[in-house]
């Protein structure tokens, strides 16, 4: 019997996760972890519309993103802030990854991914053949 709904869809969202990895170093790391879920997802969930839920994970890995670097401002030319007061001057280096591209592409990707889903769903008739339980 293969599962349905939103609880499958919601697991789907572990591929996802080591599919929006991908942008960092440890993303090669956990490849083998991400063919495991898919695996098993594909074999006991339905995949269709279910894998849709992949769009989940790639949206929190770019909330993740988003929240690191929220701390971000723009570098001015010479690539470092320096502070000046009475005693003491002080140099940080500034610049880190713009937040926001970060936290547009996680939106639609959340939002899409859901809604894509609630549609998807909501239009595919169950198979004869296939046992399915809704979650």
Known sequence: MRKVGYVPFGLWA????????????????????????TLLLVKFTRVWPEVLGLFEGVALICFLVTVLNAGYWTCPPSGEVVTRTQSS??????????????????????????VAYAAAARRRPPLDGDAQVRL
Request: overall charge negative; hydrophobic content about 50%.
């Open 14 to 37: 572990l591929p996802g996760l080591v599919l929006g990895l991908q942008v960092s170093t440890i993303g090669v790391l956990l490849i083998p972890v991400g063919l495991a879920a």
């Open 89 to 114: 001057v002080t140099y940080e280096s500034c610049g880190s990854l713009n937040p926001w591209p970060w936290l547009i592409i996680g939106t639609v990707s959340a939002v899409g991914g859901a």
